[in-house]
């Protein structure tokens, strides 16, 4: 555990602390009356109820959409099964502008729906619970379906022989076993639609506004800290309490799992009804996600002769000091250095928690570990700014800046990934190969790791992918000299004119294409047979 907390108080808690101070600690005092005077504004709980009812029913939408396809994922054999788990991915990682300039392009004035129906969904709320959908959809797909995979069907199966019907059998066996994945994954949603940032803050307008919209206001436009350390205190309470009771109560089913070979539980679909909703599966897929990342294709390519990306290997001096192509190569670097410190504090993080004789302290790290995805980002990079610009943390000049930033957000994925099959991994297992004589490490790299190797990939993939995506901090830390793909899309955005919205979207398209690149190498990896139970 000395790793983890060590990465998590120098660069989690000292920033968000040093921020917080900054807006409430002034005169030698602290003042938190603030608190009741900003809570006690109507506007501000209007913020405060649109926030929460948005992200359960997001997160009540996704769970309805995409456990079907977490099923399908897990259970059936079809080609292109591993492109199509790519595209499902890719979603994720993209940036929130990109992605809600998208959703605007298809339910807003001119869009798709209105060209073809004369449907506008850009002043109504379900606009960005649609576009939460697109961005977590593969939250559940993945985290559910990675496990439903390694379920054993037999289970189910004797269920059915013993004349339960297919659903009862489902909802008594399957179900319960599925209980700690769908928590986590509902948990990850919540987190990230609770905080949602870029999809609000263009399709909502001045109607709707979550936390973080309000935070970055108040930080950004009205330079009142006092304000939005409040927000930020409220928002970080109130994802603490949901964190301590998710690891309250899902902790203690994890440990009743039965693992199989993953592989051999994906069969092709048999009978009319799984071939149905195979087919109800890619259509919710090209419908929901591939239609959006067209739009995206489609506007880097109006310019004849590919204007835009050929613009995108010039530099005009105003928005960049380099090429914007550069941000390319810059984010894979950063993405990979950040995977890197996520996999090595998560993992190490997933390992302490899985000890049973582990005390109550490190039980109740389990629930901090995912604070940085309930916490602004905003708060975050500013905090990194104030927090860390003295020796011996004065790192605001060095490139290790920006990885450190996402891998902050990669950690929670590699623990909640690992944990249910870390916890899964029967203990007589290291038990037996203590007494015959195999030192700490060695049970450790002869019993879990060939268990948690294919869960490490994924925690890896996820990593990667959120710090490719990762913008509410980036945006405040990264050089100027060099800029993160999405940084770079964001300032395009910002700038009027045709060339500069065709480059971001022709960035744009580089970085779903990377992306895609990226997890197909992963999906590649996972289905390694030398990664097997």
């Known amino acids: 555990m000395a790793l983890p907390v060590a990465f998590f108080g120098l660069f989690f808690a000292y920033p968000v602390a040093a921020i917080l101070a900054r807006g409430l600690y002034s005169g030698g005092g602290w003042h938190f009356g603030r608190l009741f005077d900003v809570l006690g504004q109507s506007d501000i709980r209007h913020v405060l109820w649109f926030t929460t009812w948005q992200a359960l029913a997001s997160t009540a939408l996704t769970l309805l959409i995409a456990l079907p396809a977490a099923y399908v994922f897990a259970r059936f054999s079809f080609p292109g099964k591993q492109v199509l788990r790519a595209v499902v991915t890719v979603p994720f990682v993209l940036p929130t502008v990109v992605v809600g300039t998208a959703f605007l392009a298809l339910v807003g004035r001119g869009g798709l729906l209105d060209e073809l129906w004369g449907v506008r969904l850009d002043t109504t709320v379900w606009a960005i619970l649609l576009a939460h959908v697109f961005f977590n959809y593969a939250v559940v797909v993945r985290t559910v379906g990675g496990l439903w995979a390694q379920l054993d069907p037999r289970q189910e199966e004797a269920a059915r022989m ?82 301590a009771v998710h690891a309250w109560t899902v902790r203690r089913r994890e440990s009743a799992l039965r693992l199989v070979d993953a592989a051999g539980t994906a069969r092709r679909p048999r009978g009319a009804g799984q071939w149905a909703l195979l087919a109800a599966v890619l259509g919710t897929v090209a419908l929901l996600l591939v239609l959006p990342l067209a739009v995206l294709v489609q506007r880097s390519l109006d310019a004849p002769d590919f204007a835009y990306y050929r613009a995108l290997t010039g530099d005009d001096g105003n928005v960049f000091l380099v090429p914007p192509i550069e941000a390319v190569g810059n984010s894979l670097e950063y993405a990979l250095a950040a995977t890197a410190i996520a996999v090595t504090v998560g993992g190490l993080a997933a390992a302490a928690l899985t000890r049973r004789d582990a005390g109550r302290l490190v039980h109740g790290f389990d629930a901090l570990l995912m604070l940085p995805l309930g916490v602004s980002a905003v708060t975050v990079g500013f905090g990194f700014l104030i927090a860390l610009d003295e020796p011996p943390l004065d790192l605001r000049a060095t490139w290790i800046l920006v990885p450190l930033a996402q891998a902050l957000v990669g950690v929670p994925f590699v623990v909640r990934t690992m944990l249910p099959v870390l916890r899964a991994v029967d203990e007589r297992l290291r038990e037996a190969a203590a007494v015959l004589g195999a030192s700490p490490w060695r049970v450790w790299r002869e019993v879990d790791l060939p268990m948690v190797r294919r869960a490490l990939l994924v925690a890896a993939g996820f990593a990667f992918a959120v710090s490719l995506g990762e913008f509410g901090a980036t945006v405040f830390i990264a050089r100027p000299d060099n800029p993160t793909l999405p940084v770079a899309v964001a300032r395009l955005l910002g700038r ?5 919205y065709g480059q971001a979207m022709a960035l744009s398209t580089i970085l779903m294409l990377v992306c895609a690149l990226a997890l197909l190498v992963l999906e590649r990896l996972r289905t390694d047979r030398t990664g097997e139970f």
Do not use: C, H, K
């Open 162 to 243: 013993l004349g339960a019907s297919p659903f009862r059998a489902w909802r008594r066996v399957t179900l319960p076993a599925l209980a700690p994945a769908v928590a986590a994954a509902a948990l990850m949603v919540f987190l990230f639609t609770f905080t949602s940032f870029g999809v609000v803050q263009i399709l909502g307008g001045p109607t709707f506004s979550t936390l973080e919209v309000e935070i970055y206001r108040q930080t950004s436009e009205i330079f009142d800290l006092s304000t939005a350390a409040v927000l930020t205190i409220v928002q970080f309470l109130a994802v603490g309490a949901i964190l």
């Open 496 to 500: 009027a004119g045709e060339l500069n």
